[in-house]
């Protein structure tokens, strides 16, 4: 079965129990067979639909980039009023106001992870695809490693490592008889809670609205086919199909910030130390 075929069987099959009843999506929809399996150095791949969609969302991510930045001019083109806009938020609002004064260098690493992360929840309502990336928490928690790398080697680098380290167990202003117990929660705090919450905030907020999109879709193709008086409320099914489906957008532009933008603020935490 193509990816494509698969994708309009998820959405749109009605599923039944041997009695007749709805059963409702599993997170078996998050496992989908491999289409194809090989292996490199004894190291086995396997390349499922998830996988096609996360490759065909980056792809669009970086040819949207490369024309928006193709013959640039002084009066932008519509496709580059888009790009430099999305940029000039990123630049403006978290580099500049978030970071400070250092911030500017790190705009283009922010302004990709918006991006990145922008196309692959975008998946999650595009037709044919319908399941972002993103809900699969292995890509959401490769995101937060790599943040969670940048910000302590910049924090190094910046600060030193002594000072940096004792910034993050030591908090200004406690006292020390606090500490035997303020200083495991800090450290715990900045080095795993922190790109452990990064991760599972996105992760949970896109597997939650696949469920929910899949639920109604599915709810109100099995109510307009069964065939007795249930078909009276199909269109309610539908009708919140449809406004959980203009919901999870807002949720797509909402969490590609969120994560952005705490991004942001990390690496505020690593250049400035604290007073």
Known sequence: MTSSAHALTDVLAVESDPGGGFVAPTIAEFYPP??????????????TRIILIFWLATAA?????????RNASIVPSKLQYIGESGYSLIRDGMARDVIGP??????????????????????????????S??????????????????????????????????DAAIPPGVPAAALILVTPIELLQVFVIRPFTLAVRLFANMFAGHMLLVVFSLGAVYLFSVGNFSVVFAPLSFLMALIMTFFELLVIFLQAYVFTVLTATYLNGAVEPAH
Request: glycine share 4%.
């Open 34 to 47: 491999a289409i194809f399996e090989f292996s490199v150095l004894g190291i086995d791949f396997s390349i």
């Open 61 to 69: 991510m970086l040819v949207f980039l490369l024309l928006t930045a």
């Open 102 to 131: 250092k911030g500017l260098p790190f705009a283009p690493f922010l302004a990709s992870l918006f991006f990145f992360i922008l196309f692959n929840n975008f998946m999650s309502i595009f037709p044919f695809a319908q399941i």
């Open 133 to 166: 990336p993103n809900s699969k928490f292995a890509i959401p928690l490769v995101l937060a490693v790599i943040v969670w790398v940048l910000y302590n080697y910049i924090g190094i680098k910046e600060q030193g490592a002594a000072r940096y380290f004792k």
